[in-house]
Structures are given as structure tokens and as C-alpha cells.
């Protein structure tokens, strides 16, 4: 095969290259430009210029100086043709993809000044070491991705973009990253933007590389298709310090409405012990604290009793100097308990009017009794559009379209084509309770008798409470925002008894569960520990159709318009920290962002992590894989340039 | 380079040099009588002193009075004039043909003057170049008839002569080996120094003097930007880049040049005087050999 001469200068390089010979040249004629003249005697001109050499440090340098030149020239020569190179990355590719982790863990001050700063510090070593055919594309990622520059070769661009690159407070997921990364790098895809990109729609390999701290679930489905990724240097140390909370949250007590319980959990995911102090603060004051020590990789929860407590703001807070600032705070929105508003639709049925009349039934929800008949009129029409429920309880009967609330089937299927039932069985043996349900907690049904039931279809997403043999006889689906539960038999038939789960102690267990779960207190106690960057669903008691939400840290307000089924959607959940829901100037309902993801708090760095994308797996390294970056070409640069000065030396010896 | 075309003696310079005599430190015998005092008692009219009589003298020059108020024999003496040996020589290789006017011009034109003196003054004068071999005398000239002759000897002095101011000045002693007064006339450029020279002058009983002239160009060299110089003379070739450090340095090496000749000749007895090219011969000669003592 022919030898192909590759053109390795870039036209810049070559023009510097062409002007050499004219310059030469012009330093030939420059030199043939000295006029003679005719002088009397040279005699007192020699003598002045042999005593200007003699004087001259330059001068006694000269010869050597011309010497040193040429051996310098020589030793240039000699060093370009040991082809040299310097230590650098080597760029499998010249389409490059900088993946570069700004979630939440890369705040870690481990490394100075943070991780991200570090592993902005090593993008910029890269760009720096990029050849002028190649382009690069920066990725910024979290739980979700994003393309800070598309594929270009203009590098101040890319630095500039990189240092635009900001840190979040929010997890870690790689998938969307490689989305990003395999969209222009992998065929049928095509360039947003074509000015600098023309040729991307031609599908081109490219090497992916990976700064972050490895704090994320490797993707072994994704397929990398024409990407290739470079062994990772996971950017951070192997023994940070960091406490973080990793759960905290706050309960009625179960024997007084008025006293407030706040647990949280705390992990230490050091590797020293750490003894430190917990505060507990509501709305800014402290108002409890516990000295705490945790062994290293351990948990340790807190409890706080709380007396009088209505409503507010705790904020839990971790008085320790560790790596990671942003785990130490969690807060939690105490709302005052509301009590749930039920819609109880039955022909008649005694027992479950019985569990709906309980002592803590009656705490949790008001009830309301309308027979099916009511389904049919415009005032059920209205309300139940307007969400003036929070749960509708059909029994063996079934609305024409589903309401605006959470829904409880008995003996019915719930309006539309969703759920579906199989045939009618006997004595369905039922096999298995999904305990980890809060409708399940604490159920017990080995003592429940059925005896016929219709198995049901449930729609995708939604989960089996108990299954029978033949198929699920309670199941809970979701539905826009709300859930529908659906009982495979009837409590009690028209003419018979069908099951003996109502004289069981299990059903009005079941009937609070279902109370406190679907009746909408579970929302108002619990609300708001979103993960950074996961939308919030605020329904706040409020007729406005716009809202504002104002971010912690006084961030800038944004306005919230209502959506669909009168809920209010916010996703700019960047942050972590109390969001205020406005309207107007009135604050209506607030929401918390915590972290509380142990990935996230676990920032000490496994030297043996390997990266495993699809099918791919790369180990990591300590430092970028070395290559050799050619100088030769600065070297034979030099060269010419040493010739260059030479001949002007020689030139000007009579002037030195 | 063709005749010169600067008249070498002007009338006004005539005038001048009409009322000038050449001066010597030192009193030489003159083959002849000549119009200056000489150290031997001669006949004269100026009586200088008595001495006693002894056998073999002239009787003509005996005190007779004294004999006769005495009766003892005195001889009279008289004061006897004598002429001056006057020679001019002059520098004519190529590098005295340089300058506004040509240093050969203005040597000329100074031998011309300092001729005419002693011409008018009856004094034996004589020019040559340096270039004159040994063994080829020159004329001689003596009075004021000639000189004409002189005038035309030296219009027909060229410039271009070869040899070298020891060389020259060896046998010009050779050839000229009486007393007398010596001026020569030249810029000194000779690379191999002036030290071998002005010492055959030296040892001649003569009375050394050097005119050192240098053309303008030479004192300020007005050069610029990067030149190849190429000696007059040997075709040498020093090429320079005019620098202001070059220019200090040249100057300090003329001064040097300039003074190491002058504190030459003032330690062996030769009086030694600095011209330019420029300046007019009449201002010299009137001048500053006047206050120099070579002429009065």
C-alpha cells in the first residue's frame, strides 16, 4: 500500500512555514545590500571594529555564540528525527464527548476547591490537548442531561461553556447522559446545530469521557453503538468525611393529634466515627438538639417529641465539618391535619358503614352516605369534576366517567375500558397479601374466607393487594394523579353473605388504612420530601388559577399555573430546601426538597469501580491513559527558527 | 587624478609669504653663502670676536691697531651667513587623494608655500615624494627664479604611489644625507605604523616636521546604514554597520592615533602638527606654523 502524505499542519502552520524562505532570502539580499565604499585607509575602521569585538561581550561570545547556534540547530535536528512527544490523553477519536457529573455528591469539597472545579480543571487540560481536527461536545449531567455545547472545534467556546457549568443538588443517573452522548454520535440521528456540525448526520464514532465520582447506577442496557468510552478517573478521595440525613420526616402521634413526632435518620459514610450535633429548628429556631455518635459506615436515628405544634417548617441540621455541605440539612412541612372527605356510595351495606364509624375513622375523615342513585346528578357531576373529594367509595355500583379523587371499587369495576375481571370463582384460595402496601400495614388475611369472587386485569402500573390463585382480588391502580382500588368480590351480596372479611379485625384495619391512604391525610402530613430535580404536585386549598413558588436561598419567584385536574406542577426542584407556594402575597403551602439519597452521601470513591455501560465494562484508572503527543514539529520549528537567528548573528558580526 | 586644478600659490599668499623666512632650531652649514648667520666665523661684515694669532692664519684678518697698542697678534673674526637645506617631502599614495580639497592638494599647496619662503629666502629647497626611489636624486632648486620650476614639480606630484612610509622615508635619508630641515607631509595611514619611519628621520641630523593631515571625511566620518569599506590602498575590506558605539569607538581611536603620534615626535625632538584638509594653507602657514616656530 502507498504511503498517503497526511496534511498535519493547519493552513496557519504552513503559511508560517512558506514565509521562511522568503525570509531567508531577504536576509541573503539584505546581506549582498552592504554597498562598498571606498575609504582612504581601512586602518583606523579595523582597528575600531576589532576593538568594539574586543569589548564586546557579544563579540568574544560571537564565534561561539555561532557555535552553540549550530550545535543547538544540530541537537533540534537530531531530537525532531527521535520523532519526541510529550505525555498527554490519547484521543481515540477526534470527536470527543465531555460527560461531566454535576449532581449533588460533586459538590464535595474532598477535593479542592470541589470536585466539579476538579473535574472542570481536567476538561480544561483536555481541551487544551485537543488537535485542531478535533471537535468535542460538552455534557453536563444529574439525574438528567444536558448539552452545554454542541460538537465543535472552537475551544475558547468550549471553555467558556464549560466554566458556565453550574453544580446541582440533585442525584446521579447516567442513562440520560448517554442518550445525550449516543444521539450524535450514533446513525439517524442529526445535528441541532449545523453551522459548526455538518457532517453529523453521518454517523462518526466518538470517545465519551466520563468526570464524575462514580456515584451513580451503571447502565448495562444501553447499547454504545459507535461511542467508545475512556477509562474513567473517578474525581474525588477514598476517605471523605460526610454525615448526612438520610430520612427525616414527622408523625401525629398516634395517641394525641396535638403531639408532633420528627424521626430522621442520620448515616455516617465515613470512614472514621463521628460524633456530632443535631438540631432540630422550626421555622428557623431551634428548638431541640441531640448529641449523637456514629460509627463509621453506620445509621443512627433521632427522634424529637414535639408538643403543640400546628404548622410550620422543622428544619433538621447536622452541626459537623465534612466534605459534603449539602446532606446536613433536611427540612419536613408540618400541616395542620385535615381531616379527609369521603363519598360513600352503597345500596346499603352495614359493615363497611360500620368500619367507616369507628373512633379513628371518624378522626380521619368526614363521611358522606348517598345511594348509587345520586351518581346520576348534577350535583355528583359537579363536585365530583371539582375534586370536592378526596375519596369516593363505590359500593357495587359504578359512575359513568371516574371522578375527580381517589376511588374504592367494591363488587365493581371502575368506568372505561382499563380494568377488566375474569370469570366468576368459588372459594378463591388466597395466596398472597402485599404487606408492603401502606393499604396492606398490618392485615392479616389467612382467616378470610371468599366465597365468590372475580379475579380481576389490572391496568399496567398498577399493584396486587391480595392474589388469589386464579388472579388478583384487590389491586390498586393509578389514574392521573389519583388511584383507584378495586375488591374483586362483594362485602355482602343482595341476597347473601359473600365473604367473612368484614367480621374480621382485619377489615376495619383495612378501612383506616384505605382512610388515611386515599383520604388524602397521608398528603397533608407527609407532603413534600421530593428528591432534587423530581416535579412537585402541589394541591394546595386554594381557588387561584396561578401561583407562585418561591425557590430557597432566595431564588427568583416563578409563576405556576393550575393544570390538569386542578393540580399544580413545579419542576425547577434544582435545590434543595423549603419552596413557599404564593398566591398573591399569601403564602398557601410550602414543600420541601431533601436529598435523601445514601448514593449521593456515599462520596468516598472505590478505587476498584469499573464503569460498566451496555456491554462494555472499563476499568478506571488513576490518570487518563497516556499518549504520545508529537512535538517534533514545535521542535523542527524551533530549528528553523535557531537557523534564522544563526544567519542573522553571522550577519551582524561587524556590528556586534 | 589629473592636475590639480587649485592654484597652489595665490597672489594674496604670495604677498604673504613674501615677509616670511624658514626658522630651524638648529644652525646647519650651507655649501653656500646663504642669507642666515652661520656657527663658523666667516667673512662677513659682522664683526663677532677676537681670537690669538697663529701661525698659518690669514694675515689679512689681523688686528693691527691691537698689534700696535699691544704688540701681541689678534686675529678678527667674523660672523659668517650661510644658506638653509630645506626639504619638503610628501605623502602621494592613494590615501591622500581623499577629501575636499585632497590632502595631496593641500600638501601641495603647503609645500608650495613653505618653498616659496625659502626660495625667496635663498634657502636650497627641495621636494620629493615618498615614492621616489633612492637611487634618483631631485632637483634642487634655490632662489627666486625658481619658483616656477618648483611650482610645476609639484603640479605634476600624483597621487597613487605604492610605497610604504618607512620605506619612503629610508630613502629619501639615503638619498638626502646633509642637515637641514625636514617636513613631511602625510596622513600617517600606513598599517604598519609610523614608529620605523620617524625614526630614520630621527637619525638624520635633520629637524624634523610632520604635518599630519587628514581630509574632513577622516576627522567626521559622516557614514550611514550597512557598508563594505575598501581600503584605498591594499583593496582591504572591513565591512561595518555605522552605530553610534562604532562612531565613539573610531573617534577614540583617532585621538589615539593623533595623540600617540604627537607624544612620538615630542619625545625624540620632532615638533608635530595636526591639519585638516580643509583648512587654508594661508591660515597655516601664517598662523600656526608661525606659533609653531617653523617659519617667522
Known sequence: MMPQLTNMLSPWQWGLLAAVPPAIIALYFLKLKREPLEVPSTYLWHKSIEDLHVNSIWQRLRRSLLLLLQLLLIALLIMVLLKPSLKGTAFNQNRLIFLIDNSASMGATDVQPTRLDEAKRRVHELIDQMGSSDVAMLVSFSDSARVEQMFTDNRGELRRRLDAIKPTDKPTAISEALRVASVLANPGRSATDMRTDTAVAEAQPAEMFFFSDGNFVDDPDFSLGNLSVAQPVWIGTQDPRNVAIAAFSTARSETNADKLQAFGRIENSGLTDASLDVELLLNGEMIDAENVSIPAGKSRGVKFDLEQVATGVLELRLIVDDHLAVDNHAWAVVHTPRKGRVLLVTPGNEPLQMALRTERAVETADVMLKSPDFLSTPEYRAQSAAAAWDLIIYDRCRPEAMPQANTIFIGALPAGELWSELEKVTVPGIIDVNRAHPLMQWIDMSDVLVIEAKPLVAPAGSTPLVEATEGPLLAVGPREGFEDVVLGFELIGADKIGTNWPVRPSFPVFVLNALSYLGGNRESQAAGTVQPGRPVASRPDSEAEQLQIVPPHDGEPVDVARGKHGVFHFAGTGQVGIYEVLEGSKEVDHFAVNLFDPRESAIHIKPERALKIGHVETESRSEWHEARRDTWKWLLLGALAILVFEWYIYNRRAYL | ???????????????????????????????????????????????????????????????????????????????????????????????????????????????????????????????????????????????????????????????????????????????????????????????QGYDEAFRYLTAQRMDPYIIHVLSEEEVEPDIKGDLKLVDSEDGDVTEITASGPLFKRYKQNLNAFVGGAQEFCARRGMSYLFARSSQPVDQLVSGYLRKRGLIK
Not at chain 2, 630651524?24 to 655649501?31: D, M
Not at chain 2, 616659496?116 to 632662489?143: C, H, M, N, Y
Request: charged share 25%; net charge positive; with cysteine.
Open chain 2, 1 to 191: 587624478m589629473a592636475t590639480s586644478e587649485i592654484p597652489l600659490l595665490t597672489p594674496d599668499l604670495l604677498a604673504q609669504l613674501e615677509r616670511l623666512e624658514l626658522v630651524s632650531r638648529k644652525i646647519f652649514r650651507g655649501r653656500i653663502k646663504g642669507e642666515r648667520r652661520s656657527l663658523r666665523k666667516g667673512q662677513s661684515v659682522e664683526f663677532a670676536d677676537f681670537r690669538s694669532y697663529v701661525p698659518g692664519d690669514d694675515l689679512r684678518f689681523v688686528d693691527w691697531n691691537t698689534y700696535a697698542r699691544l704688540d701681541r697678534l689678534f686675529l678678527k673674526l667674523f660672523m659668517e651667513e650661510e644658506d638653509l637645506h630645506f626639504y619638503c617631502l610628501i605623502d602621494a599614495s592613494e590615501s591622500m587623494n581623499f577629501g575636499t580639497p585632497t590632502k595631496l592638494d593641500f600638501a601641495r599647496q603647503l609645500a608650495a608655500a613653505l618653498g616659496f619662503i625659502g626660495l625667496i629666502r635663498s634657502d636650497r629647497v627641495k621636494i620629493e615624494t615618498l615614492g621616489q626611489p633612492a637611487g634618483q636624486p631631485g632637483a634642487t632648486w634655490r632662489g627666486r627664479a625658481s619658483v616656477w620650476r618648483m611650482l610645476d614639480h609639484l603640479q605634476n606630484v600624483q597621487p597613487g604611489e605604492t610605497a610604504s612610509l618607512s620605506q619612503g622615508i629610508k630613502n629619501f635619508c639615503l638619498r638626502n644625507s646633509g642637515r637641514g630641515i625636514v617636513v613631511l607631509i602625510s596622513d600617517l595611514m600606513d598599517k
